[in-house]
C-alpha cells in the first residue's frame, strides 16, 4: 500500500474511532465471505459496520481517540464493529458469535472506558437505546390512563345506577 493511501486509511479510521459510541474488535480467522457479507449486512441493519484493516494501521488510528486503550487487541486477524449506539455493535457482534464460532470478540471500548469480551457480551445484554424509549414511554403514559380510567369509572356507575331506576319505574 502507498504510504499517501495508508496516511488516508489511518486519518479515516481515527475520525471513525473519535466519534464511535462503541467498538468491537474481534478475531474473524476462518470466516467465509458469505459469513462476512453476512455479518456487514446485520450490522448495517443495526446501524453499525464492520471493518477489517491492518493492525498497524488501526493502533497508530487510535493514537489521540478516547479509544485507545483497546490498542492491545489488535493481533492476529481482527475485525472491528462500529457503532455511534453505544449497544448496537456490541448486541450484533455478541449475536452473530453464538451462530458462528469463527467470530470470537477479544473486546472492545464503550466511550472511553475498555473492555474485555465478557464486558461487551454484558454490554450487549442491556437494551437499546429504543427500547429504553419504548419503555420509559409506557411509564410515563400509564398513569395517565389509570388517571382517566378513574375519573370515569364513578359517573358511569351513577349512569347505571340512574338507567336501573329508570327502567325499574318503567315496568
Known amino acids: 500500500m502507498e504510504k499517501a493511501k495508508k496516511a488516508e486509511v489511518v486519518e479515516d479510521l481515527n475520525q471513525v474511532f473519535s466519534k464511535a459510541g462503541s467498538v468491537v474488535v474481534a478475531h474473524y480467522s476462518g470466516m467465509t465471505v458469505a459469513q462476512m457479507s453476512d455479518l456487514r449486512s446485520r450490522m448495517n441493519a443495526a446501524g453499525a459496520s464492520f471493518r477489517v484493516a491492518k493492525n498497524r494501521?488501526?493502533?497508530?488510528?487510535?493514537?489521540?481517540?478516547?479509544?485507545?486503550?483497546?490498542?492491545?487487541?489488535?493481533?492476529?486477524?481482527?475485525?472491528?464493529?462500529?457503532?455511534?449506539?453505544?449497544?448496537?455493535?456490541?448486541?450484533?457482534?455478541?449475536?452473530?458469535?453464538?451462530?458462528?464460532?469463527?467470530?470470537?470478540?477479544?473486546?472492545?471500548?464503550?466511550?472511553?472506558m475498555a473492555l474485555?469480551?465478557?464486558?461487551?457480551?454484558?454490554?450487549?445484554s442491556l437494551p437499546s437505546l429504543d427500547e429504553l424509549r419504548g419503555k420509559i414511554v409506557g411509564l410515563l403514559v400509564a398513569p395517565a390512563t389509570k388517571i382517566a380510567g378513574i375519573v370515569q369509572a364513578p359517573a358511569g356507575q351513577l349512569a347505571r345506577v340512574i338507567g336501573a331506576y329508570s327502567k325499574k319505574e318503567a315496568a
Open 116 to 124: 474485555d469480551a465478557n464486558g461487551v457480551k454484558a454490554l450487549a
Open 57 to 112: 494501521l488501526a493502533v497508530r488510528a487510535l493514537k489521540g481517540t478516547p479509544v485507545e486503550g483497546i490498542a492491545h487487541l489488535f493481533k492476529g486477524p481482527t475485525g472491528i464493529a462500529i457503532s455511534d449506539d453505544p449497544i448496537a455493535a456490541s448486541k450484533v457482534a455478541v449475536a452473530y458469535s453464538k451462530d458462528n464460532d469463527k467470530l470470537v470478540i477479544l473486546g472492545g471500548a464503550m466511550g472511553a
